[in-house]
């Protein structure tokens, strides 16, 4: 059976609004390393309900705003080997966190959940969106050069120390701004799988069923959220060429005898 203690585990729950889920959803999850609830700013007491249905519970506010920025806060935040990413909604099934660490522990950098390999299902995303990832997950494959099966999805894991190679946005900006950053979206998984691809790490995707909502409303704009996604992709593909172009140019320049610099 998948040791849960060690490795060390860290459960990253980005919440806004969600104090009804989380009153079902926390007690679910198994005795891990640590549990960080990130709060968006909710105005319906999810921190209060956090701390009381799961106590230990660690609950931080995130800096900015959207889900890719309350993820990096927790990433931030989080002490253990292993990250996993739990939406608060219900709709991640706790039973498949075993799943996930045991394809790390087996050798993988990442584990990324696909509703779309053998094994995955959805019972919570409708026709549009459903067309709409898989449109996504093939230009994506198409123009990166990758394999995955579902992009965009929210149940992932990852060994802490990759974290650095991502580059994310920073959690506190230089300037002190409190807009929203590049990445501060529904954009981050998509963000993260094409990091992950850029260091050419080992990404193994693991069958997940994702459930239901159970109470209230998604935060996802499907036109808009699904643009930002197209946007990541476009501008990822030029920034991975970018680096891949400036490599050589710099060893060379590194080489170069310290005379000829004049
Ligand atoms: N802290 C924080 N959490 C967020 C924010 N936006 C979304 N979330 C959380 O991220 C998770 C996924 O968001 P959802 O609104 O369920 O989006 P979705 O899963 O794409 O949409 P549905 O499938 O309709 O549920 C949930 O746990 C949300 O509470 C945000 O701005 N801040
Ligand atoms: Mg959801």
Known sequence: MTDLHSPRISIIVPARNEAKNLEIVLPQLPEVHEIIVVDGHSVDGTAEVARRVRPGVDVITQTRRGKGNALVCGFER?????IVMFDADGSADAAEIPRFVDALVRGADVSKGSRYMAGGASEDITLHRNLGNRMLNLLTNALLGTRYTDLCYGYNAFWRRVLPALELPPVHLADGAEAMAWGDGFEIETLLNCRFAQNRLRVVEVPSVELSRIHGESNLHAIS????????????????????????ALLEAAIEPSGAMG
């Not at 989080?78 to 292993?82: N, Y």
């Not at 699904?226 to 490599?247: A, F, I, P, Q, S």
């Open 225 to 248: 959220d699904g643009l930002r996604v197209l946007r990541t992709v476009l501008d990822e593909r030029r920034r991975w060429r970018t680096r891949t172009r400036l490599e050589p």
């Open 78 to 82: 989080a002490t253990g080997d292993i």
